[in-house]
């Protein structure tokens, strides 16, 4: 609604100074409106994809704890580290695992959890 009050507001995107011509007018422009509107929804985008990333992992990490042996990659995942540190581990002896064959080694979950025991 427009009337004659002029009134001087910061607009709420681009932080000029400009006459607003009624008490609830909050951008100098359309322009600034409708992309401060669009920002908005970027980030209600990514906060949304963030959370759904986080849920994956979790949800992983449950069918990870649910095997009896497990990958590389997934020793990796439950101890929170590289494939390489895995490796590593392996090579040194202080992982046992199991060479199936070519870049199929095979870790014992047991083996995972016993490296956590006080020895
Ligand atoms: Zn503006």
Not at 43 to 68: M, R
Not at 89 to 101: K, R, S
């Amino acid at each position: 609604m427009s009337s004659n009050i002029k009134i001087q507001r910061i607009c709420k995107y681009c932080k000029n100074e400009f006459t607003a011509r009624t008490t609830s007018t909050k951008y100098c422009s359309h322009k600034c409106n409708s992309r401060h509107y669009k920002e908005k929804i970027r980030e209600t985008k990514i906060a949304k994809s963030n959370q759904e990333s986080k849920e994956e992992i979790t949800f992983s990490l449950e069918v990870i704890k649910a095997k009896e042996f497990l990958t590389v990659k997934e020793a990796a995942t439950l101890l929170n580290c590289s494939n390489r540190v895995i490796y590593y581990n392996i090579n040194c002896g202080y992982i046992e695992a199991v060479n199936l064959g070519q870049r199929v080694t095979r870790i014992k979950r047991s083996v995972i959890d016993r490296l956590f025991e006080v020895r």
